[in-house]
């Protein structure tokens, strides 16, 4: 069964650092994009960062430019997500997702169709 798995959620304080990781399981990463998503409560689903299947495009949201890196690392079959600087609004439920290709055009949901089950990450003093 095809299967993304994330992890490295927790609570930290403002300015705290975290790294997210999404793990494939059943199938191998490195033939597709991977996207990164969360959901603040009462909220709709966003874009955080997307890769694409090289790594050579990378797109992020406005909001974590400079704070935020995603990476692959296809020997781990696992897509990282780096976050520092954290920020209370940085709080939510964080998703990885594929569309099953290797490009990406934009970093949004509608675009994703296979998703991990999500990982909290909630920063608070």
């Known amino acids: 069964q095809k299967q993304l798995v994330e992890s490295g959620g927790g609570s930290v304080q403002p300015g705290g650092s975290l790294r997210l990781s999404c793990s494939a399981s059943g199938f191998a990463l490195d033939s597709y994009a991977i996207g990164w998503f969360r959901q603040a409560p009462g909220k709709g689903r966003d874009g955080v960062a997307c890769i694409s299947a090289t790594g050579d495009f990378i797109r992020y949201e406005d909001s974590v430019k400079g704070r935020f890196t995603i990476s692959r690392d296809d020997a781990e079959n696992t897509v990282y997500l780096q976050m520092n600087n954290l920020e209370p609004d940085d709080t939510a439920v964080y998703y990885c997702?594929?569309?099953?290709?290797?490009?990406?055009?934009?970093?949004?949901?509608?675009?994703?169709?296979?998703w991990g089950q999500g990982t909290q990450v909630t920063v608070s003093s």
């Open positions: 997702a594929t569309n099953w290709g290797g490009s990406i055009y934009y970093c949004e949901e509608r675009d994703f169709v296979s």
